[in-house]
T-cell receptor
Framework: GESVGLHLPTLSVQEGDNSIINCAYS??????FIWYKQESGKGPQFIID?????DKRQGQRVTVLLNKTVKHLSLQIAATQPGDSAVYFC??????????FGTGTSLTVIP | SAVISQKPSRDICQRGTSLTIQCQVD?????MFWYRQQPGQSLTLIAT?????????ESGFVIDKFPISRPNLTFSTLTVSNMSPEDSSIYLC??????????????FGSGTQLSVL
């Protein structure tokens, strides 16, 4: 079956440093992958996605890397800010509409 | 894109009672979903709310425990029936829509934090 997991449940970084959040997946038929950010008391919010035929995609201060060989996905946040403190989820999307969510990594930014 | 209003945002309930969670979308959407997010765990799909027909439940979830209504294309409710402390969780409404400027496809409400005593 499908499994999407995260390597670390918690991550603490100093303000201004870069953050890297990792995710492993098992399904080979994924269409694309999504990273979500969930702040306390809020629902998950879309950050960035990457199609399965891509290796890298950049957004504003964020970069997602996809390694299909080892089925690994990462989210890099540059110059981490206190407002980045949240839980980050990866999601694996199969057949365009089946979403499989990871357990989440809690990122804490230390001022 | 879609803007979702979900209420209540939180509630504390006594075991054996039921709570109905409402989800209102600012546009008509075909697909609406209900998720459960237990503490420290991933999002688990409870069911797909279908307009005009019975909801489609995932393995481990049944209609008697989680009855769902979908009277139109902008509104749905999820009821958590005969609650027990194990039902304490965050319940999330989500809809499938097209992002305005991104490939975002699944939008979430702000969630309902349920605590059962």
């Amino acid at each position: 079956g499908e499994s999407v997991g995260l390597h670390l449940p918690t991550l603490s970084v100093q303000e201004g440093d870069n953050s890297i959040i990792n995710c492993a997946y098992s399904n080979s038929a994924s269409d694309y992958f999504i990273w979500y950010k969930q702040e306390s008391g809020k629902g998950p919010q879309f950050i960035i996605d990457i199609r399965s035929n891509m290796d890298k995609r950049q957004g504003q201060r964020v970069t997602v890397l996809l390694n299909k060989t080892v089925k690994h996905l990462s989210l890099q946040i540059a110059a981490t800010q206190p407002g980045d403190s949240a839980v980050y989820f990866c999601a694996d999307v199969v057949a365009g509409n089946q979403f499989y969510f990871g357990t989440g990594t809690s990122l804490t930014v230390i001022p | 894109s879609a803007v979702i209003s979900q209420k209540p945002s939180r509630d504390i309930c006594q075991r054996g009672t039921s709570l109905t969670i409402q989800c209102q979308v600012d546009s008509q959407v075909t697909m609406m979903f209900w998720y459960r997010q237990q503490p420290g765990q991933s999002l688990t799909l409870i069911a797909t709310a279908n307009q005009g027909s019975e909801a489609t439940y995932e393995s481990g979830f049944v209609i008697d425990k989680f009855p769902i209504s979908r009277p139109n294309l902008t509104f749905s409710t999820l009821t958590v029936s005969n609650m027990s402390p194990e039902d304490s969780s965050i319940y999330l409404c989500s809809v499938e829509s097209l992002g305005a400027t991104t490939n975002e496809k699944l939008f979430f409400g702000s969630g309902t934090q349920l605590s059962v005593l």
